[in-house]
C-alpha cells in the first residue's frame, strides 16, 4: 500500500515536470486531487489495509496530498511570473501560500514515548549532556579501570576535573540519570522516564555521534522483574501495535543484575524470521533488538542512597532514533540520513 503512495508521488512528479501552461496545470490538479483523481484512489484502498496500520497510511496519504496541493500551487506561480515577465498580470489569482514547517521526526518520536510513560504515572526527565565521569560511570558500577567501560567509548572535555566526580564528558548513555534521580527524589517510589542526548565517537552507516537514548527507571519496595516486563510489553504495544510480543534475554550489564537484552517481534514476518518461506529481511530471526534492561544492581542504589535491602528497582535504556525505524518498518541503509538536514527526507515523515 505504501508503494502504491511511492508509485502516484513519483509519476506526479513526472507529470509535473512536463507541465508549461495552466491550462495542462488544471487538469493535472483534477488528475491527482479530483474527485474521482488518483490520491482519493489511493485513498479508498484503505479498506484493503490492517486496522492497525489505518492511521498511518491515512496520514501517509495527506502528505502525499499536502505535497501535491503545494508543488501544483508553486508550478502555477512560476507559470505565472514567467507571463508576468511577458506583462501579463492576473490579480484575481490567490496569492502563493508560505511553506508550512514541521518538527523533526525525532521530536515526534519524543513526544509520543513520553506520552506513554506518563500514562503509566512516569516522571519525564531530561538530565545531562555534559556530565561528570562518576555519574556516566562509578556511579553505575563501573570502577576506573574496570573493562566495561570500554564498551561506552566517550568523549571527554577538556576542563579541571571535579574533585570527587572526575573528569567532564559528554554522556554516553541516559543511565547516568539514574543515581541523579536517586538522589534528587531522595526516596522511593521512583517512576523516571530520562530522555535526552548521549554522544559516542563512532560515525558510520549505524551510528551517529549524538542520538538519543531512553530511560526507564522504577524503584519501590517488592519491585520485580514481572513489573519491568508488563512495563516493557506496555510501552512496545503502544508505540509498535497491539500485536507485538517481547522477550528478554540474559546478558551482562554492570549496572544491573540480572541483566537483558530485549527484543520485540518483528513486524514485517510477524515474529517467524520467514516471509514467503524465505528468511526475513529485516530481522532475520522474527525479534529486533530494543536494548538493555534489569534490576538495578544492589551497589548502585547505595550510591542512590537507597537502602537494597528495603527496595528493589529495574531500568532500561532504549535508543530513540533506533526504535523510531522500527516503527516505521524503515529499512535506511545510512542513518546519518536522520541529521543530514535533507528536507526531502524529513518531509516523508
Ligand atoms: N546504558 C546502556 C547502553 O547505553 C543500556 C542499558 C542497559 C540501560 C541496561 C539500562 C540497563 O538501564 O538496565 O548501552
Known sequence: MNSDIAHVKQNFEKDLKKITSIEELNLLNIAYLGRKGRVNEVLLSIKDVPKEKRKIFGESVNTLKFFIQKSIDLKRGIILQ????????????????????????????????????????????SYREVEW?????????????????????????????????????????????????????????????????????????????????????????????????????????????????IRLRPFHFQFTEPSFEVDVTCDICQGTGKVKNLKCKVCKSGWLELGGAGMVHPNVLREGRIDPKKYSGWAFGFGIERVFMMKQGLNVDDIRILYSGDIRFLEQF
Request: aromatic share 14%; proline share 8%; with cysteine.
Open 133 to 245: 565521569e562518576y555519574f556516566s560511570f562509578e556511579s553505575l558500577n563501573m570502577p576506573k579501570d574496570h573493562p566495561a567501560r570500554d564498551d561506552f567509548e566517550t568523549f571527554f572535555i577538556d576542563f579541571p576535573p571535579h574533585k570527587e566526580y572526575g573528569k567532564m564528558v559528554l554522556t554516553p548513555h541516559t543511565s547516568s540519570g539514574q543515581v541523579r534521580e536517586m538522589i534528587r527524589s531522595k526516596k522511593p517510589p521512583i517512576k523516571m522516564i530520562n530522555i535526552a542526548k548521549t554522544y559516542r565517537p563512532n560515525w558510520d552507516a549505524t551510528h551517529v555521534p549524538m542520538f538519543h537514548q531512553f530511560e526507564g527507571l522504577c524503584i519501590d519496595s517488592g519491585i520485580n522483574i514481572t513489573n519491568l516486563k508488563g512495563t516493557i510489553e506496555y510501552f512496545a504495544r503502544s508505540f509498535f501495535g497491539n500485536n507485538r510480543e
Open 82 to 125: 514567467k507571463k508576468d515577465r511577458e506583462h501579463y498580470i492576473d490579480p484575481t489569482l490567490p496569492g502563493l501560500p508560505y511553506p508550512h514547517g514541521s518538527l523533526h521526526i525525532v521530536t515526534y518520536a519524543i513526544e509520543e514515548i513520553s506520552q506513554i510513560f506518563e500514562r503509566l504515572g512516569f516522571i519525564r526527565m
